[in-house]
């Protein structure tokens, strides 16, 4: 398919189909994904495919706590979010079903290989992920080329050891996403709800208004 309209209409898929996922065409979406880049072409990930409906199940029981948490922060008005309650609803259906999709992708990294140049500076540090998330982007594209839904999650990774024990991750090996990965049980939208470019691009100064990015809503 086009490539600007997979990117442009590829959401977080919240509703799957149980039917099995050909293991041929998780095999193509992750030779797809590991072309990302990656600093210094250090290649630090790893994937686990999770199809095994027990280690599904486990990683269900450890996402629900955090889910619920992150919910209940939502409710009280103390966690921030962009999901309007019946968005949350539909969340929530899907944090409820995790174990029922088909199969989970763990993008795993090896922890000796990936450097944070904006580390000792005194805010969150995100730099590291860039030699991860690309490919995690190429995935969920990739995807989407063969039909395929997939929603992005990072809740595990609050809790790596419990994760690590489940998959037999060894210690260097740490966790960035868990990809859920099926056929969608809805229609893929038309446009996907963004900020208007002209929002977040500018010109030369932040701030600064782009005169192209008019119109981009
Ligand atoms: C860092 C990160 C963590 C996310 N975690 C979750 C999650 O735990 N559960 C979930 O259902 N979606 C999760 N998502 C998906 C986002 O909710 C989704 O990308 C966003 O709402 C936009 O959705 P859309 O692309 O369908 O418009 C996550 C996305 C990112 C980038």
């Given at each position: 398919m086009d490539l600007f309209e997979a990117i442009q209409t590829t959401p977080a898929?919240?509703?799957?189909?149980?039917?099995?996922?050909?293991?041929?065409?998780?095999?193509?979406?992750?030779?797809?994904?590991?072309?990302?880049p990656t600093g210094g072409n250090r290649q630090p990930l790893s994937f686990v495919v999770v199809r095994d409906a027990e280690k599904r199940r486990r990683l269900r029981d450890l996402y629900?706590?955090?889910?619920?948490?992150?919910?209940?922060?939502?409710?009280?008005?103390?966690?921030?979010?962009?999901?309007?309650?019946?968005?949350?609803?539909?969340?929530?259906?899907?944090?409820q079903g995790?174990?029922?999709i088909p199969v989970f992708i763990?993008?795993?990294?090896?922890?000796?290989?990936?450097?944070?140049?904006?580390?000792?500076?005194?805010?969150?540090?995100?730099?590291?992920?860039?030699?991860?998330?690309?490919?995690?982007q190429n995935l969920i594209l990739a995807a989407r080329g063969e039909g395929l839904g997939t929603a992005l999650?990072?809740?595990?990774?609050?809790?790596?050891?419990?994760?690590?024990?489940?998959?037999g991750l060894?210690?260097?090996?740490?966790?960035?996403?868990?990809?859920?990965?099926?056929?969608?049980?809805e229609p893929f939208p038309k446009k996907l709800k963004r900020r208007p470019l002209a929002e977040i691009a500018f010109a030369d100064t932040w701030g600064e208004s782009l005169p192209e990015a008019k119109g981009w809503d």
């Amino acid at each position: 398919m086009d490539l600007f309209e997979a990117i442009q209409t590829t959401p977080a898929c919240r509703a799957y189909k149980t039917d099995a996922v050909p293991g041929a065409l998780i095999a193509r979406i992750l030779a797809a994904a590991r072309c990302g880049p990656t600093g210094g072409n250090r290649q630090p990930l790893s994937f686990v495919v999770v199809r095994d409906a027990e280690k599904r199940r486990r990683l269900r029981d450890l996402y629900l706590p955090i889910w619920d948490a992150y919910v209940a922060g939502i409710q009280s008005g103390q966690t921030p979010t962009g999901l309007t309650p019946k968005l949350l609803e539909k969340v929530d259906r899907y944090a409820q079903g995790l174990a029922e999709i088909p199969v989970f992708i763990v993008v795993c990294f090896d922890t000796t290989l990936v450097g944070a140049p904006d580390k000792a500076l005194a805010r969150q540090s995100v730099a590291g992920g860039a030699s991860i998330y690309p490919a995690v982007q190429n995935l969920i594209l990739a995807a989407r080329g063969e039909g395929l839904g997939t929603a992005l999650t990072t809740l595990h990774c609050a809790v790596e050891p419990e994760v690590q024990k489940v998959l037999g991750l060894p210690a260097h090996i740490g966790t960035a996403a868990v990809i859920t990965v099926g056929w969608p049980a809805e229609p893929f939208p038309k446009k996907l709800k963004r900020r208007p470019l002209a929002e977040i691009a500018f010109a030369d100064t932040w701030g600064e208004s782009l005169p192209e990015a008019k119109g981009w809503d």
